[in-house]
């Protein structure tokens, strides 16, 4: 994988079908995770608690970020976005080995994962800022 690669979990697709992600209507996260655990693609039913979020120190809140979803359909082809792209702001309280960012699904119980973006990590959140900036075309799409 390279920095700025999107994943979508195996896993999300049953959970899209089965209702267990209405991503219309169910608070949508992005986390940031450190390498203690890499996420796979395969990894069987992912949730955030399966990962190590970086510490809660400084800006990063324990949990992540709230996306402000969008999901359009044209030609048959529905978009998946956030309306907004998470940021965390320089602090040096933050943690120091951002590896990746996870998008979940808050409202399921178990804290599913949709999917996980590579962010070429360590990335040191204490001298920047950490932003995830989403493909202009939506995070992912579905045919």
């Given at each position: 994988?390279?920095?700025?690669?999107?994943v979508?979990f195996?896993?999300?697709?049953?959970?899209?079908?089965d209702?267990?992600?209405?991503?219309d209507?169910h608070?949508?996260k992005?986390?940031i995770?450190?390498?203690t655990?890499a996420?796979?693609?395969?990894d069987?039913?992912?949730?955030?608690?399966d990962?190590?979020?970086?510490?809660?120190?400084?800006?990063?809140?324990?949990?992540?970020?709230?996306?402000t979803?969008?999901?359009t359909?044209?030609a048959?082809?529905?978009?998946?976005?956030s309306?907004?792209?998470p940021?965390?702001?320089?602090?040096?309280?933050?943690d120091?080995?951002a590896y990746?960012?996870?998008?979940y699904?808050?409202?399921?119980?178990?804290?599913?994962?949709?999917?996980?973006?590579?962010?070429?990590?360590?990335?040191?959140?204490?001298?920047?800022?950490?932003?995830i900036?989403?493909n202009a075309?939506?995070?992912?799409?579905?045919?």
């Amino acid at each position: 994988m390279a920095q700025g690669d999107l994943v979508v979990f195996d896993e999300t697709k049953l959970a899209l079908a089965d209702g267990t992600h209405d991503l219309d209507t169910h608070i949508i996260k992005c986390a940031i995770l450190d390498n203690t655990v890499a996420p796979l693609v395969g990894d069987i039913t992912p949730a955030l608690t399966d990962y190590t979020q970086v510490g809660t120190a400084g800006t990063y809140v324990a949990g992540g970020t709230v996306l402000t979803i969008s999901l359009t359909e044209a030609a048959g082809i529905v978009t998946f976005d956030s309306l907004t792209n998470p940021t965390w702001a320089q602090d040096a309280a933050n943690d120091v080995d951002a590896y990746w960012g996870l998008i979940y699904n808050d409202t399921d119980v178990g804290k599913g994962a949709i999917a996980f973006i590579d962010l070429g990590g360590p990335v040191n959140m204490a001298s920047g800022p950490l932003t995830i900036t989403f493909n202009a075309s939506g995070i992912f799409t579905l045919a």
